[in-house]
């Protein structure tokens, strides 16, 4: 069975500073990975996904990850974050078409952008 | 578009009571999803549907149920409530299982006192 793990649950940085929130997943088939984001009192919208392709994929707003197969990880980065940046980041996997769309969420990691 | 709505944003239940959450879609999505979010838990999947007439249980059924009869209306069913539901609950819809590429509603606050 499929499961990701962020391995940080907060992350505070100042605004303009670099950042990388880190995911790692399990599957013993291939995966398609995600990348949600949460802002306060909303619901989630996709930030960016990987299907297959080249490994480096990037989304809305600056962001963009790299999905690295030997080390089972899709790590999200932004070279300069900003005040607005400050959200719930959600990773997810999924296994493939025949379950593309039932997600495997991670437990979420709060960035919080500091002036 | 609307997209993806629920009603109501926010609910206080008595223990044992009983309510429907609503979710509509207005983009033809054939698949429908309801999570819940609990605090540093993640999302959890309680139901889904492929399509009108079509449900099927997710990794955390017990305590909802869900219907389908059209497109575009996906309600969840709780009965009995139990302080164990406090949670807040999405709707998502997407129009492929290829993608994973789901639309989210605003969440449903629900607190079960």
């Known amino acids: 069975a499929q499961s990701v793990t962020q391995l940080d649950s907060q992350v505070p940085v100042f605004e303009e500073a670099p950042v990388e929130l880190r995911c790692n997943y399990s599957s013993s088939v291939s995966v398609y990975l995600f990348w949600y984001v949460q802002y306060p009192n909303q619901g989630l919208q996709l930030l960016l996904k990987?299907?297959?392709?080249?490994?480096l994929v990037k989304g809305i707003n600056g962001f963009e990850a790299e999905f690295n197969k030997s080390q089972t990880s899709f790590h999200l980065r932004k070279p300069s974050v900003h005040i607005s940046d400050t959200a719930e980041y959600f990773c997810a996997v999924s296994e493939g078409k025949t379950s593309g769309s039932r997600l495997t969420f991670g437990e979420g990691t709060q960035l919080t952008v500091n002036p | 578009n609307a997209g993806v709505t629920q009603t109501p944003k926010f609910r206080i239940l008595k223990i044992g009571q009983s309510m429907t959450l609503q979710c509509t879609q207005d983009?033809?999505?054939?698949?429908m999803y309801w999570y819940r979010q609990d605090p540093g838990m993640g999302l959890k999947l309680i139901y889904y549907?492929?399509?009108?007439?079509?449900?099927d249980k997710g990794e955390v059924p017990n305590g909802y149920n869900v219907s389908r009869s059209t497109t575009e209306d996906f309600p969840l069913r709780l009965e009995l409530a139990a302080p164990s539901q406090t949670s807040v609950y999405f709707c998502?819809?997407?129009?492929?299982?290829?993608?994973?590429?789901?639309?989210f509603g605003p969440g449903t606050r629900l607190t079960v006192l």
């Open positions: 990987y299907l297959s392709g080249s490994t």
């Open positions: 998502a819809s997407s129009y492929s299982q290829g993608t994973g590429e789901l639309f």
């Open positions: 983009m033809n999505h054939n698949y």
């Open positions: 549907s492929v399509g009108a007439g079509i449900t």
